[in-house]
């Protein structure tokens, strides 16, 4: 079933109405019937299983037949903290960290950031379409809630975020000279299973720089290694979501 999302609470045997975009989604790309269903999420976490049940001016309404809490969701919110990457790369990267699991993406201007967002209506729109992909991303995977893109915030603005969560880990290609083995990697990412939140810190093209590494280290955040392979700025990301994920997934279903 298609999968959509609604920013308040749906009330048991409540009508819903859906408009804009979603409504244009339902009548004229779906063609969708009087008594078809779809999923529609609410901000406290419940899928709801409605029927359509008929066309109003600019919208589509649907009577609720179902309720459960939404199953798709992980038990920790992740963060990620991702450097700002070239071209369209961050389209990929929100896409993927989405599909993983991803609460919350937030874009990192770091020392070694290429790009350079000086103008506040290009910021405003890449944002904007950010948030359409991770709109996308969570109806496509059937995630309960639809993960945010912020604005674009400075490494030091992202470290107070970070602060704010109950671990961070900063995965870095020369973490062996900071005494970081594989295995300790594999501990620290198992460490992570019962977390309420967990921040993840990758780099832009060119990596971080060392002082920025010491600077997350101080905050508290653990450096970690992917192993012996040095990856692409839009693969780390999802390569570190898809092994937390594992984990903490397998830690939540035993």
Not at 57 to 74: A, I, K, N, R, V
Not at 144 to 165: N, R, S, Y
Not at 180 to 201: A, N, P
Request: charge should be negative; hydrophobic fraction near 40%.
């Amino acid at each position: 079933m298609q999968h959509f999302y609604i920013d308040r609470e749906i009330l048991p045997g409540e009508r819903t109405e859906l408009s804009g975009e979603d409504h244009n989604h339902i009548k004229n790309v779906l063609r969708m019937k009087r008594g078809e269903k779809v999923v529609i999420n609410d901000t406290k976490g419940i899928s709801h299983i409605c029927a359509l049940a008929g066309f109003g001016e600019g919208c589509s309404y649907f009577d609720e037949e179902e309720s459960f809490p939404c199953e798709t969701e992980l038990p920790t919110t992740i963060v990620l903290f991702q450097g700002l990457p070239k071209k369209d790369k961050m389209d990929l990267i929100v896409e993927k960290a989405v599909e993983l699991g991803c609460s919350r993406i937030v874009p990192v201007m770091t020392r070694r950031v290429i790009v350079k967002i000086e103008d506040e209506k290009k910021e405003a729109k890449k944002i904007e379409r950010w948030n359409a992909i991770s709109k996308s991303a969570a109806m496509q995977s059937g995630r309960g809630i639809i993960p945010v893109v912020d604005k674009v915030m400075t490494f030091k603005q992202a470290l107070i975020e970070a602060g704010k969560l109950e671990r961070t880990i900063i995965p870095y290609e020369e973490s062996e000279t900071l005494g970081c083995t594989m295995e300790g990697s594999r501990e620290t990412v198992r460490g992570l299973k019962g977390t309420k939140s967990v921040g993840i810190f990758i780099g832009p093209e060119g990596g971080f720089e060392a002082s920025e590494v010491e600077a997350a280290i101080q905050m508290g955040a653990v450096p970690v290694s992917l192993g012996k392979r040095i990856l692409r700025t839009e693969t780390a990301g999802p390569a570190a979501l898809a092994v937390i994920m594992f984990e903490i997934e397998n830690g939540a279903r035993k």
